[in-house]
């Protein structure tokens, strides 16, 4: 089995940062991708951001040039760098590894709330 350990949500006023943490850990032989998404209330989930093997990224348009992801492959954790944040980046995050060969793991979130 495969455990994803998320944190660092919380409340921030507009304009603040925050950074997440997920640790990945268990019967893990390999990674592929490592991500997060996010799911507001009454809204399908969504990419945030992903990170490949290789390093290569992408982002969601809505978090471009505020929000950056890296992964330490030798601590099999991915972070979450969100700067400038907005009320509409209200959300919980999860987290989420494509590993051993194409299996998608998740873990269980983190709130994320911008409030003033």
């Known amino acids: 089995q495969v455990q994803l350990v998320e944190s660092g949500g919380g409340l921030v006023q507009p304009g603040g940062s925050l950074r997440l943490s997920c640790a990945a850990s268990g019967i893990i032989f390999t990674i592929n991708a490592m991500g997060w998404y996010r799911q507001a209330p009454g809204k399908q989930r969504e990419l945030v951001a992903r990170?490949?093997?290789?390093?290569?990224?992408n982002y969601a348009d809505s978090v471009k040039g505020r929000f950056s992801i890296s992964r330490d492959n030798a601590k099999n954790t991915v972070y979450l760098q969100m700067n400038s944040l907005k009320p509409e980046d209200t959300a919980v995050y999860h987290c989420?590894?494509?590993?051993?060969?194409?299996?998608?793991?998740w873990g269980q979130g983190t709130q994320v709330t911008v409030s003033s």
């Open positions: 990170i490949r093997s290789g390093g290569s990224t």
């Open positions: 989420h590894i494509d590993a051993n060969w194409g299996k998608d793991y």
